[in-house]
Structures are given as C-alpha cells and as structure tokens.
C-alpha cells in the first residue's frame, strides 16, 4: 500500500460534523440552563431555544440518514471486532508511552474500530433515545389526557432524555481529548475542515482514484 492524501470526507459530510457541533454545543446550553445549572438566560426563552434547536438537529439526522444509506456510507459506522482491543490498549496506555497508532486510516474504512463502535452505539441507541424522549417531552399535552399514568411517564422520560444528554456531553469530553493525543489537535482537525487526509491505498484504488476520480487526489 501507498499513503496518498485523499479527500475521505465529503462536503456534506463535513457540514453535518460542524452543524452537529454547533447545534450539540447549544443544546446542552440550554439544556443545562433548564435542568437549573445555570441561570445565563430566563427560562421562556431557554424553552424556546432548546426546541428551535432540537427540530433543527432532528431535521439534520433525518437528511443525514438519508446521505448515509444512499451513498453508501453507512458500511463506515459498522463496527469489528478485529483490531478493537488493540486501539483500546493504544488509547488506555499505548498513547502515553509515544506509541503509534495501531491503526491506519484505508479507503474503504476511515474509522478505526472503537470509533465505528463508538459511533454504532450512538447513532442506533443514544441518538434515538433523544430523540424518542424529546418528542414525548415535547408533545406530552397532547397525549398526557389519553395514558393512564401519564405523570410517571414523564418523570421518566424526562430522566432518561437527561441521562441520554449527558452521555453526549461525556463523548464530546473524550472526543476531544482524544484530538489531542497522536500527531496533535491540528493534524486532527485539519481532515474535517479541508476533507483530505493521509491514508493507504492499494495500487488498484491509486489507479482507480487517478483514472476516474482525479480530484480526489492531492
């Protein structure tokens, strides 16, 4: 294999990570406002925020979804077993003792196993436990007078939409931390913001890119 800088990670790809983090970064404001943490701004207009903003991202999952299983992209997120205990020994230990990477971005996979994991669990349980509890919080007017027990049920519901946003804000924590270690926060980041990055390709992939998609190549 050769290492060649290719564009991996496409326009809308890369919308979707930066609109994600934009709209995440504002929810867990005024998520945190609402749950009493901080008194930045009143609490009607916290409401009011919080909601514009979660439609905004549930519209953006839906098309992203959309993107994913129409392109292709979806095979990314599915996780292996191969190689998963080596990347968490890396990240456990390896990573403080200046150890490289024990894996190397390819072609057909640019997320390493504990990321593809990571991002299975997300996209199939955490996400759509916010979803799912949001929209009930949301609408529970709506539906409150028809289910028996309805008070209990948004006592959970609310608790289990608390939890599921905390889980987010702890691996937008250890994602972070994690752009910090290896070749630097920089070299991390540069790949989402430009869409090129440094990966092995066989010399039939080289090939191929050079023959038919030319402008993925630097």
């Not at 593809?116 to 007078?145: E, I, M, R, S």
């Not at 191929?208 to 998609?213: F, M, P, V």
Request: charged share 15%.
């Amino acid at each position: 294999m050769a290492k060649r800088c290719v564009k991996v990670y496409p326009r809308f790809e890369r919308f979707w990570h930066w609109s994600q983090v934009l709209l995440i970064s504002a929810l867990l404001f005024t998520g945190f406002g609402l749950n009493g943490l901080h008194g930045i701004l009143p609490f009607g207009p916290t409401v009011m925020l919080h909601t514009i903003t979660a439609l905004a991202l549930l519209a953006l999952w839906i098309f992203a979804t959309f993107w994913l299983f129409t392109t292709g992209t979806w095979r990314q997120f599915i996780p292996r077993i191969d190689g998963m205990l080596q990347v968490a020994r890396f990240y456990a230990y390896g990573v403080f003792k200046g150890e490289e990477h024990p894996y190397d971005k390819v072609l057909w996979r640019k997320h390493n196993p504990l990321q593809a994991a990571t991002y299975f669990a997300l996209k199939w349980f955490v996400f759509p436990a916010v979803w799912v509890t949001g929209l009930l919080y949301l609408t529970y007017n709506a539906w409150a007078d028809m289910v028996a027990g309805s008070t209990a049920i948004i006592a959970v519901v609310a608790n289990l939409h608390l939890l599921a946003g905390y889980v987010i804000a702890a691996f937008i924590i250890v994602h972070v931390y994690l752009l910090t270690v290896g070749h630097g926060f920089r070299s991390h980041v540069k790949p989402m913001i430009t869409g090129y990055d440094e990966i092995d390709l066989t010399p039939e992939q080289e090939a191929y890119l050079e023959t038919n998609e030319p402008q993925r190549l630097m």
